[in-house]
Every structure is written in structure tokens, then in C-alpha cells.
């Protein structure tokens, strides 16, 4: 979910099943009819924990996904410069001869669109998530940058990433594997995503598991070039979700365990929004079932409190949710 310039929400999901991506915003009578956004012909590939993704600039909006076949799909990207009434053709975002690309993720800044995505190399071996831009709007895309090399391990195999933009930096987050030990990190770039040549240890907790856990972070760059990221770790055995600040220089100011004493054990998925100093919260975790929880605070990281955590949902499962802000 993202809002729109025209300050109207717009969601965005894929159906497995169609294996199809769709998009729909309110039309004043609840929401409007979905509009699949891939061609007839150019199947979805998509997981019950990372699909298509979405990013806003202005009135355009641009949505990336990748098409379905594991050795034979590729990353698009289609456009909107109506705030998501209509959409553009396809355009390829890859330039990989094989189709190892996976887990797309969009960010843009002026008119520089940036998509990050995992490759692999011929065999669908050794994963380092990589960078395409593009410098016209997403008309066209350059050929990809590698920037989880600088870390010198892979990437963790089935885990999407995050990546953020503003004038100063480019920032991508992902799960790492090192020798089964599955942190999070951060890749930095001060070119406009050209190169990488720096990097940041978000997460020290040791996780070590010997499958990928298919969990990812979420990031966001707030209006005064502080950055917030969340994740999820395992500490004493017990699913945790952390929050961190980094100041304007990317030193950690601030590490928050949003699970201690909030109810929602074994926690997943976590999703953040961030407006002027309002923050919101959003985890799936064990209650009745897999619920949704949420926290929020009016100002800032340093207000959010794990006693004032609310279980959003009822009876039945709900899980993996998104939240933005106004």
C-alpha cells in the first residue's frame, strides 16, 4: 500500500493462482474494479511472503515485478503518471541472459528510478542482490550494479530486500548469509547508485539457521535524513521484530526490541510507515491465531512504548500486512 499524490491509497497485490498483479484505489463508492497490470501472455511469479512492490513520486507511480519461470523470468516495471488510473506498457528493468532475477524492489527519487532484485550466476547459484537505473523516468534501465559484493558473502536465498533513496544516498537492506549465520545488512551508495562502497551491520544477533527464513526488512528515510529500518530476528530461541535509527551520518542512534513484554511472540514480517514524526508499527505474531499487531507514537522511535501494542484483528488468521502513512 502507498498513497497516491492525489492523496487516495493505492494497494497492490498478485493472485497465484492467475498468477497476475493488480492494483486498485477508492472511486468514491469503496474501491474500483482491479487493474492487472501484466499483459495477457506475461505470467506473475510471486510468493505468500514478497510479490510486486510499488513506489510513488509525485503523479507517477511505478510497480515492478518479476514474470513467472524460475530459469526464464525477468524484472518489469510498468508506469503512471495519473496517480494509478492507468498504466504504461511494460518495460524490462534486467539485462540478465538467464532468468535467475528475483524479488524486485522499487525507489525513486526526481526523476531516477532504482529497482533492486537478487541475481544469481548461471546456474542459479551464489545470490548477490544487484541495482538497475534508470535515469529517464523508467523509460529505459542501465545495466545492473552489484551491491551486496562489498559484504563478501551471499545473500540470504529467499529473503526480499529494501532499498531507500534520498539527495544523498542510496541505500539497500538485506538479509545476509554467512555460513548460515542470517543478519541483516545495509549497502550504501553515494553515486546515485553507480557504485558501492560502503556498508553498515544492522543486525549483530547471530541468527543462524540453515534454511532461508524468507523474511526480509522494511526501511523508510525520514524528512530530517534519519533512517529507520525494521527486521526480524531470533533471540532466545523466540521470534523477535527490532526498530532502528540511524542519524543523518548512518550511526546507529537508536535500537528498539518492539516484542519485549508486547504479547505477540514469535513475531514476523514487520512493515513501517513514517510521516512529520508520526510512526506506525505493523507485525504479524501469535495471539488466537497469526494476528496483526500494531504500535504507533507521535514522535518519533523514542516514543514508541511495547505496552501500548494493540492486536488489530479478530478471531480466524490474519498475517504479513503493510501500512503507510499519510
Not at 513520486?57 to 488510473?85: A, Q
Not at 519485549?260 to 501469535?286: F, I, K, V
Request: hydrophobic share 35%; charged share 15%.
Amino acid at each position: 500500500i502507498e498513497i497516491a499524490n492525489d492523496n487516495e491509497p493505492l494497494i497492490l497485490w498478485t493472485n497465484q493462482t492467475e498468477k497476475s498483479v493488480l492494483v486498485t484505489k477508492p472511486n468514491g463508492a469503496g474501491f474500483g474494479t482491479p487493474v492487472q497490470l501484466n499483459p495477457a501472455g506475461l505470467q506473475v511469479q510471486s510468493y505468500n511472503w514478497s510479490g510486486a512492490d510499488l513506489a510513488t513520486w509525485e503523479d507517477n507511480v511505478y510497480v515492478v515485478f518479476r514474470s513467472h519461470g524460475y530459469e526464464t523470468g525477468h524484472i518489469y516495471l510498468v508506469k503512471s503518471i495519473d496517480n494509478g488510473e492507468t498504466f504504461s506498457d511494460t518495460v524490462r528493468v534486467d539485462h540478465l541472459a538467464t532468468g535467475f532475477g528475483q524479488y524486485p524492489d522499487v525507489a525513486v527519487y526526481n526523476d531516477t528510478v532504482y529497482v533492486t532484485f537478487m541475481d544469481h550466476d548461471a546456474g542459479g547459484s551464489n545470490p548477490q542482490y544487484v541495482v538497475a537505473r534508470s535515469v529517464d523516468g523508467g523509460a529505459t534501465f542501465q545495466p545492473e550494479v552489484v551491491a551486496g559484493a562489498i559484504l563478501g558473502d551471499e545473500a540470504c536465498e529467499c529473503c526480499q530486500p529494501e532499498i531507500v533513496v534520498n539527495d544523498q544516498y542510496m541505500i539497500v537492506f538485506l538479509r545476509n548469509n554467512e555460513n548460515d549465520i542470517r543478519d541483516i545488512k545495509a549497502v550504501i551508495s553515494y553515486d546515485r547508485g553507480a557504485t558501492f562502497s560502503n556498508w553498515f551491520s544492522v543486525d549483530d544477533h547471530q541468527w543462524y539457521i540453515n534454511g532461508c527464513p524468507s523474511t526480509g526488512p522494511d526501511s523508510r528515510i525520514t524528512e530530517d535524513n534519519r533512517v529507520l529500518t525494521t527486521y526480524k530476528t531470533y533471540e532466545n530461541n523466540v521470534g523477535q521484530v527490532y526498530l532502528n535509527e540511524y542519524d543523518i551520518d548512518l550511526d546507529l542512534s537508536l535500537s528498539m526490541n518492539l516484542i519485549s513484554s508486547s504479547g505477540s511472540p514469535n513475531s514476523n514480517y514487520p512493515q513501517l510507515a513514517y510521516s512529520n514524526g508520526n510512526l506506525g508499527m505493523a507485525w504479524e505474531g501469535l495471539g488466537q491465531g497469526s494476528d496483526v499487531f500494531f504500535m504507533g507514537s507521535n514522535t518519533g522511535i523514542s516514543g514508541l512504548d511495547t505496552v501500548n501494542t494493540m492486536n488489530l484483528t479478530g478471531a480466524g488468521t490474519q498475517s504479513k500486512p503493510d501500512i503507510v502513512k499519510t
